[in-house]
């Protein structure tokens, strides 16, 4: 399962197996570190942005369309691994900004409401 197919299914296990403890994510807001804070993170966006549908690939980039409140957002997330299929660092970049900012606000509701 890919990192982007496990927060579209916000499948916690999956997280758990892809994720090092360690791991540090670059969000549109700002950096986290550790699985535990990350897998919440991952979790609430994989419950905002839908519909999501892989647009490109490359070695560690996977660039993708989705909807966020039904409008239309494009995504990149970038990922570095350190061992074979485990992630040490995830970036994840959308736009336009209105969109970006929407999520940010619905990501707010959703983590206060967990």
Known sequence: ??????????????LV???VDDVVFHSPVQTYRGREQILRLLLATGSIIENVEVTRRLD?????????EEHPVDG???????EEGRIAE????????AQLQAAVARM???LSER
């Open 1 to 14: 399962m890919t990192l982007l197919e496990a927060i579209d299914g916000e499948d916690r296990d999956a």
């Open 108 to 110: 707010a509701r959703v």
């Open 60 to 68: 560690g980039v996977t660039f993708f369309a989705a909807t966020v």
């Open 76 to 82: 990149v997330l970038v990922e570095r691994e350190v």
């Open 90 to 97: 995830i970036t994840l970049m959308l736009r336009p900004l």
């Open 17 to 19: 197996e892809l994720l």
